[in-house]
């Protein structure tokens, strides 16, 4: 299995701010995808995060608001950019490996 | 377009009980189906996965699924629940390199 870090766990931003957070993957994986858990809601997919490549974003999700870096085959970053409190929410990572999707603990994000 | 849909966003059960969460699917192409729990203040765990092999799915923790494709369904249940059961399960579909999520349902295990 692969074992999937994010850091921060939480944090309590102000409206206008910028936040990244790290996601850190102890394998090497193709695939890496971050995903928007908000309050009493599902999961929904921002983006796709493959290494030598643009992140490709799902629809309602762009560039500017949620920039993604993915440096190599075990990290990536999300920024939430110019933060509103519509933005305060889970933020997971997820990585493909071995045929399985795997997921981090979470970023639980509180913009005010 | 692609969807799952799960019927009830909070059951709850007695310790010792059935527990059943019902998980439908929209899908072109006969999806890979899978459950998830999430626990508080954790990411999402593998319950049990449907790949088109064994229809009758076992998972960790006694749960069980059945994939019905009359029905579209890939309901999850376990025989007897436990207090740590209790819970938020997802049911989720993949397809073309993406998942797609229900909106979850959160399991409240009585004593």
């Known amino acids: 299995s692969a074992v999937i870090s994010q850091k921060p766990s939480r944090d309590i931003c102000q409206r206008g701010t910028s936040l990244t957070i790290q996601c850190q993957v102890d394998?090497?994986?193709?695939?890496m995808f971050w995903y928007r858990q908000q309050p009493g809601q599902s999961l929904t997919l921002i983006a796709t995060a493959n290494q030598g490549s643009e992140a490709t974003y799902e629809s309602g999700f762009v560039i500017d608001k949620f920039p993604i870096s993915r440096p190599n085959l075990t990290f990536s970053t999300l920024t939430v950019s110019n933060m509103s409190p519509e933005d305060s929410s889970i933020y997971l990572c997820?990585?493909?490996?071995?045929?399985?999707?795997?997921f981090g603990p979470g970023t639980r994000l509180t913009v005010l | 377009a692609q969807s799952v849909t799960q019927l009830g966003s909070h059951v709850s059960v007695s310790e010792g009980a059935l527990v059943l969460l019902r998980c439908n699917y929209s899908s072109s192409v006969p999806p890979y189906l899978f459950w998830y729990v999430q626990y508080p203040n954790q990411g999402l765990q593998l319950l049990l996965k449907y790949t088109s092999a064994a229809t009758l799915v076992k998972g960790i923790n006694g749960f069980e699924a059945e994939f019905k494709k009359s029905e579209t369904s890939f309901h999850l249940t376990k025989p007897s629940a436990h207090m740590s059961d209790a819970a938020e399960y997802f049911c989720a579909s993949y397809n073309f390199n993406k998942f797609y999520f229900g909106s979850g349902t959160k399991l409240n295990v009585k004593p």
């Open positions: 394998s090497q994986v193709t695939m």
């Open positions: 997820s990585a493909r490996y071995n045929n399985e999707q795997f």
